[in-house]
């Protein structure tokens, strides 16, 4: 990272405000000015790296933003932030596929109970648990761009935030305008931000995931996961399809991988906004036919749609460019017990991970493709239905699909359960205490230092 933008990771907070924010959740006074030792990392466009084989001539390493983010997780997890210390184990699937997994006994045991939902758009529920309940220690980073604000509120607050029950060392957590409290639907916004943190995340192995609701998300607050994992995902090696009618944009499926996928590539500074706009249309699309999804962001070569089935680029010859792999799966109406794996983002991707040693030592490839296509896997026509309304929606032309409008009906009886097993431990603070007093369910938030 060169000198410039060195500089632009800058303490700020120190200058209390008391201009009301236009956010839709206004946090009190006493948060709101308080002095936070939380960063910002303030970037500009320039900043962005769209070929990772072709870094800038002042690239540091060392003071790069992975290493930042690896310098503030470490500092986390002395802090406590984590609910346990990483104690993993990996291995390849024997197959073509190249699958890697990881055992994590203790993320299966130790991880907050993964929510239940009934649908793919479900309102903001503040009583059931979400991220402004992030204690500070938990706050890593907030992000703002300089020169094209990520929003329009210079009081939103993007923030990156430690996993407390991490898959990997600096597993973490995107929250987009965390104070604007958004459901776990997948907006330009979120796709913005994902997709400017791959630009400035120079580590190979950095990935973005996002499970939508349905689709094994837990937390029903707007997020994306920001996952290093050590192992290639083989999904960038493969061959694929080019999407009927549609330049730029591709399809994979079996065999060629293990599950079906759009596939859109980052292709230079030119194509950044066009990127984004595809990217919100093919959501936009899922949504509108209730189909839950899960996204993998990673760094890939150009997209190939002849030649071999699978074509390593083991010189570093070709450009490795921010490649977003779009899984529309099977709708999961709760999580299940962890015996297996769970198919979301990364395990669609090749990434898997078990939760018990007996499963860890016994699973084959085929035995986990049989848990991919019973558990995600569509029926091919219904996929080959959202490849040709995709190509309808990327040309501009409309696609009849009758939208279905979310409806609040209650807590059902398992969400009760969360609720109850979270107010058992929530201590609320004497009325007479509570102006000196922060609250373990806020996040302390800076104030903007606007020039």
């Not at 990392?41 to 769209?50: C, K, Q």
Request: charged content about 25%; overall charge neutral; glycine content about 4%.
């Amino acid at each position: 990272m060169d000198q410039r933008i060195r500089r632009r990771i800058v303490m700020l907070g120190t200058a209390p405000r008391t201009q009301r924010s236009h956010s839709s959740v206004q946090l009190p006074a006493d948060f709101s000015s308080t002095q936070s030792s939380v960063p910002h990392f303030i970037y500009r466009t320039d900043d962005f790296v769209y070929d990772l084989h072709r870094l800038p001539s002042s690239f540091s390493h060392e003071k790069s933003l992975c290493q930042l983010i690896a310098h503030r997780w470490e500092s986390a997890r002395e802090k406590n932030a984590l609910n346990y210390n990483l104690n993993c184990m990996y291995k390849y699937l024997d197959g073509p596929y190249n699958l890697t997994i990881q055992l994590n006994v203790e993320r299966g045991e130790l991880r907050r109970k993964p929510m239940r939902f009934r649908k793919i758009r479900e309102p903001f529920n503040s009583v059931r648990w979400n991220f402004t309940r992030l204690h500070d220690n938990e706050v890593l980073l907030y992000f703002r761009c300089e020169d094209r604000p990520i929003t329009e509120d210079p009081l939103d607050r993007h923030v990156l935030a430690v996993n407390a029950s991490p898959l990997e060392r600096n597993h973490c957590l995107l929250v987009p305008a965390v104070n604007k409290c958004h459901p776990q639907v997948l907006t330009h916004l979120a796709l913005r931000m994902g997709t400017d943190f791959m630009l400035l995340n120079h580590d190979e192995n950095a990935h973005i995931l996002f499970n939508s609701l349905l689709g094994h998300a837990s937390v029903n607050h707007l997020h994306l996961h920001s996952l290093p994992w050590p192992y290639d995902s083989e999904i960038v090696f493969r061959r694929c399809e080019p999407l009927a009618g549609v330049e730029g944009v591709f399809t994979i499926k079996p065999p060629q991988w293990i599950s079906q996928a759009f596939v859109f590539q980052l292709t230079g500074k030119d194509h950044y906004d066009k990127f984004l706009d595809q990217l919100s249309i093919c959501v936009d699309l899922l949504l509108s036919h209730e189909q839950s999804h899960n996204v993998f962001f990673a760094r890939a070569a150009p997209i190939r749609v002849e030649g071999e089935e699978r074509e390593e680029d083991r010189d570093g010859s070709k450009p490795l460019r921010v490649t977003a792999y779009f899984f529309p799966r099977i709708n999961m109406m709760g999580p299940k017990p962890p015996t297996n794996f769970n198919p979301a983002a990364a395990e669609l991707a090749g990434c898997l991970t078990a939760y018990t040693y007996k499963f860890f030592d016994s699973v084959t490839e085929q035995s986990a493709l049989r848990v991919v296509t019973e558990e995600a896997q569509l029926p091919e026509h219904i996929f080959e239905s959202l490849c040709s309304d995709l190509s309808e929606a990327l040309l501009g032309r409309k696609v009849s699909i009758p939208r279905v409008t979310p409806s609040f009906e209650g807590l059902t009886s398992p969400e009760m359960d969360e609720l109850r097993d979270s107010f058992s431990s929530f201590d609320p603070p004497s009325p007479s205490r509570l102006p000196r007093r922060r609250s373990v369910n806020t996040i302390q938030i800076p104030e903007i230092i606007l020039t």
